[in-house]
C-alpha cells in the first residue's frame, strides 16, 4: 500500500465514507469531517508515517480545506524526509 | 496570584500598564529541550505565604490557593468565631488540579529508571478539591467546602454558585475563586496535540492571531452580603450583581453564538441591567480564531449596538489562559477596572480583524468610567458562564 493510500484509508475511516467518494476536491467539510476530526486525523496520519504536518488550526486552518489539500500537506513533509 | 503579580497590588499595577506576563518556557524531554510559551509564576516561594511544615502536603495548585486565600482573608479583615465559620463556605474553581503531581508520580512509575514508588501523599497533593481544603483547613472555615471543575468556566461557576449560595441565605460569606497550575510538559504536549497554542504570544482578537497561551496562578474573593458586609464597615472593592449560566449542547472544543449570548443575556436579567448600563467586558478572548470571532458575535446579539460601542478586552493576553483559574484572574481585573475606572488593555495587538471589530483596547490602556462590567468564560463542551460586577 502507498502512504497516501494510507492516508486515504485514515481519511475513509474517519469519514466513514467508501474511498470512491474520497476524491482530491472533496471538501473535507462536505466529507463529514469536522475540525476536531481533522486534528485527530492528521495526528494519525504523522503516528502512520513517521511525519510531523505543521498545523495550526488558528492559521492553517485556512490551508487544509479539500482532501488535495491534505495529501499535498503530506507529500510536501515525505519529500523533505526523504 | 499571578505572573503580573504576587498580590493585588502588583497586579493591578502590571494589569493597567499592559504587562506581558508570557516568555517561553523550556522543558527536558527524551533527551532534548522543548519550549513552549507560557505564562508562568516566576520566583514564588510557598513559604511566604504557608507554614513550611504545610508545604509537603500541596500541589503548587493548592498553594496558589491557599496563598491567595489568606490575602483575601486578611484583606477583608474578617475575624470569625466559631459559629461564624460555620457559615462560612469555601467554593473554588480548578480545572484539573493537582496535574504537576499526577506526572511526578507517572514518571516515577513508568519511566525506565523510574524508583516504581510514589510520594505518600500524591493522592492528597492531586486530587481536584485540594484547594478548597487547604483553604477551608488553613483558615479554619466549617461551611460548605467543595471544588467546582468546569475547565475555562470553573471559577466563574465557583463565583456564580457562592452568589446564589450567599442570595438564598445558605451561607452567610464565603471565600471563592480559582487557582490552577498545570504548565507541566504532559499538559503543553496535549494542548500542542489540539493544535490551537499560539507559538509565541496571545493576541486576541487582533488580525493574525495564532491560538492560546497557557497560564497559571490563583485569585480569591471574599464575598459577602451587602447588609452584612455594610454592618461590620468592611471595605468593599465591588459587587458581583449578577449571573449567567448556559451550555451550548453542540460542540466539544468549538463555541456557539447563541449558547454565549444566552449566558450574556440571562446574566444581564440577573442583575437587572440592560445592555446600556454595561460600561466594559473583560472577555474570554483566547486569541484563538474561532473563539474571538464567536465571542464578537454573542457580545452583539446580546448587547446589540452597545457592543460596539464600549471596550472590550482580553486579559489573557497579559497573564495567558489560566483555565480554571481563569475566570478569577479577569475578575480580579474587572473588579479593580471597576473599581478604579479603568480599561485594561489587550495587549500584543498587531491590527484589525473584520470579524472582531470591538472595541478591544489596543496595547494600551485607559482611564474610563465603568458602572458595570461583564465577565465572560466560555468552557469546551460549550459551558458558558457570565458574572456581572458593578460599582460597590
Known amino acids: 500500500m502507498s502512504q497516501i493510500d494510507e492516508v486515504l484509508d485514515i481519511v475513509a475511516q474517519k469519514s466513514m465514507l467508501d474511498r470512491s467518494k474520497l476524491v482530491p476536491e472533496a471538501k473535507l467539510a462536505d466529507l463529514g469531517i469536522s475540525s476536531l476530526d481533522t486534528v485527530e486525523l492528521l495526528c494519525d496520519v504523522e503516528d502512520k508515517l513517521g511525519i510531523e504536518l505543521p498545523f495550526n488550526a488558528n492559521t492553517s486552518g485556512q490551508d487544509l480545506r479539500t482532501l488535495g489539500d491534505v495529501i499535498a500537506a503530506v507529500e510536501k513533509q515525505l519529500a523533505a524526509k526523504g | ?392
Open chain 2, 1 to 392: 496570584m499571578s505572573p503580573l503579580g504576587q498580590n493585588v497590588a502588583d497586579f493591578q499595577s502590571g494589569l493597567f500598564a499592559g504587562q506581558n506576563g508570557i516568555s517561553m518556557l523550556t522543558f527536558p524531554f527524551r533527551g532534548k529541550e522543548v519550549s513552549f510559551p507560557g505564562a508562568a509564576i516566576k520566583d514564588f516561594d510557598p513559604a511566604q505565604h504557608i507554614h513550611p511544615k504545610k508545604i509537603t502536603l500541596m500541589d503548587r495548585f493548592a498553594q496558589f490557593a491557599v496563598a491567595a486565600a489568606s490575602q483575601a482573608y486578611a484583606d477583608s479583615g474578617l475575624a470569625l468565631g466559631p459559629e461564624e465559620a460555620m457559615r462560612t463556605g469555601t467554593i473554588i474553581g480548578t480545572g484539573v488540579g493537582g496535574q504537576g503531581t499526577v506526572e511526578e508520580s507517572y514518571i516515577k512509575l513508568f519511566s525506565a529508571d523510574g524508583s516504581g514508588r510514589v510520594h505518600p501523599f500524591t493522592v492528597p497533593r492531586l486530587m481536584a478539591n485540594a484547594g478548597a481544603s487547604h483553604i477551608s483547613m488553613t483558615l479554619g472555615l466549617t461551611g460548605p467546602a467543595f471544588t467546582v471543575a468546569s475547565a475555562c468556566a470553573s471559577a466563574l461557576h465557583a463565583m456564580g454558585t457562592t452568589l446564589h449560595l450567599l442570595r438564598t441565605g445558605f451561607i452567610d460569606r464565603a471565600i471563592t475563586g480559582g487557582a490552577e497550575s498545570c504548565l507541566t510538559i504532559g499538559t503543553l504536549k496535549g494542548w500542542e496535540a489540539l493544535r490551537v497554542m499560539a507559538p509565541d504570544l496571545c493576541r486576541p482578537f487582533s488580525a493574525n492571531r495564532a491560538g492560546l497561551v497557557l497560564g497559571e496562578g490563583a485569585a480569591m474573593f471574599v464575598l459577602e452580603r451587602e447588609e452584612d458586609a455594610k454592618a461590620r464597615g468592611a471595605k468593599i472593592y465591588a459587587r458581583f450583581a449578577g449571573f449567567g449560566m448556559s451550555a451550548d449542547g453542540k460542540d466539544l472544543t468549538s463555541p456557539d453564538v447563541d449558547g454565549a449570548a444566552r449566558a450574556l443575556t440571562l446574566a444581564l436579567e440577573d442583575a437587572g441591567l440592560a445592555p446600556k448600563d454595561i460600561d466594559y467586558v473583560n472577555a474570554h478572548g483566547t486569541g484563538t480564531r474561532i473563539n474571538d470571532a464567536t465571542e464578537t458575535a454573542a457580545l452583539k446579539k446580546a448587547l446589540g449596538a452597545r457592543a460596539t460601542a464600549i471596550p472590550v478586552s482580553s486579559s489573557k493576553s497579559m497573564f495567558g489562559h489560566a483555565l480554571g483559574a481563569a475566570g478569577a484572574l479577569e475578575m480580579m481585573a474587572s473588579v479593580l477596572a471597576v473599581r478604579e475606572d479603568f480599561a485594561p488593555p489587550t495587549i500584543n495587538y498587531l491590527g484589525a480583524d473584520p470579524e472582531c471589530d470591538l472595541e478591544v483596547v489596543p496595547n494600551v490602556g485607559r482611564k474610563h468610567v465603568i458602572r458595570a462590567a461583564l465577565n465572560n468564560s466560555f468552557a469546551f463542551g460549550g459551558l458558558n458562564a457570565v458574572l456581572v460586577v458593578t460599582k460597590a
